[in-house]
């Protein structure tokens, strides 16, 4: 079992800049994939961006390319999104995500096993 853990999101104006941090603990040797997902007010959990841990290669939705960057600290088991540029479509809940498989998408929610339990990102106009 992983446990994730989320912390920073809160309020900004379009254009500013937000951190969030997810530190996993539990059986972490076993993740493959973990960053982050976005669900916005009735809608499904979306990918935003994630790390592939063994090749520490990050993977980013094209809403993301450009704007946010997604790392990993592999010794503190952390995974960091940095949101610069943001805008109001980019509200939602973030939540930490990771698998311990590879199989499957890495961007499809349903291919990930472990899931914090969300912070709130909110971009105002």
């Known amino acids: 079992q992983v446990q994730l853990v989320e912390s920073g999101g809160g309020s900004v104006q379009t254009g500013g800049s937000l951190r969030l941090s997810c530190a996993a603990s539990g059986d972490t040797a076993s993740i493959t994939y973990k960053g982050w997902f976005r669900q916005g007010p009735g809608e499904g959990r979306e990918a935003v961006a994630v790390?592939?841990?063994?090749?520490?290669?990050?993977l980013y939705t094209d809403s993301a390319k450009g704007r946010f960057t997604v790392s990993q600290d592999y010794a503190e088991n952390t995974v960091t999104l940095q949101m610069n540029a943001l805008k109001p479509e980019d509200s939602g809940m973030y939540y930490c995500a990771a698998r311990s498989s590879f199989s499957g998408n890495w961007d499809h929610p349903g291919n990930y096993g472990f899931w914090g339990q969300g912070t709130q990102v909110s971009v105002s106009s």
């Open positions: 790390v592939d841990v063994p090749y520490d290669k990050p």
